[in-house]
């Protein structure tokens, strides 16, 4: 089992960052490919970003190229998203997930393990 525990999430004008977390407990942090995923009211959940394991590779969908990146700390089993220029447009719930899996996954189905999320609130 791993535990995942989401943080960072806030109130913030467009235009602005944020920096959300994601702390792992549990199973070896560092053996798992781990996703950001969002969900907006009455949408479905999103892929957002993701990062290999392995090599540490990243892939994001396109809409948070260039403005968001997804980073690691394997010592610190933590799990970062930093935002930027956030827009009205990313204003969601976060999750963070885990996957056993090597390469990077972009659907939700392939992850295991998620977190309770924290909300992001982006004004105009």
């Known amino acids: 089992q791993v535990q995942l525990v989401e943080s960072g999430g806030g109130l913030v004008q467009a235009g602005d960052s944020l920096r959300l977390s994601c702390v792992a407990s549990?199973?070896?942090?560092?053996?798992?490919?781990m996703g950001w995923f969002r969900q907006a009211p009455g949408k479905e959940r999103e892929f957002v970003a993701a990062?290999?394991?392995?090599?540490?590779?990243?892939k994001y969908v396109d809409s948070v190229k260039d403005r968001f990146t997804i980073s690691r700390d394997d010592a610190k089993n933590t799990l970062y998203l930093q935002m930027n220029s956030l827009k009205p447009e990313d204003a969601a719930v976060y999750y963070c997930?885990?996957?056993?899996?090597?390469?990077?996954?972009?659907?939700?189905?392939?992850?295991?393990?998620w977190g309770q999320g924290t909300q992001v609130t982006v004004s105009s």
């Open positions: 549990g199973r070896t942090f560092s053996r798992y490919s």
């Open positions: 997930a885990a996957t056993g899996q090597i390469v990077i996954m972009t659907s939700s189905s392939a992850y295991d393990y």
């Open positions: 990062i290999s394991w392995i090599g540490g590779h990243t």
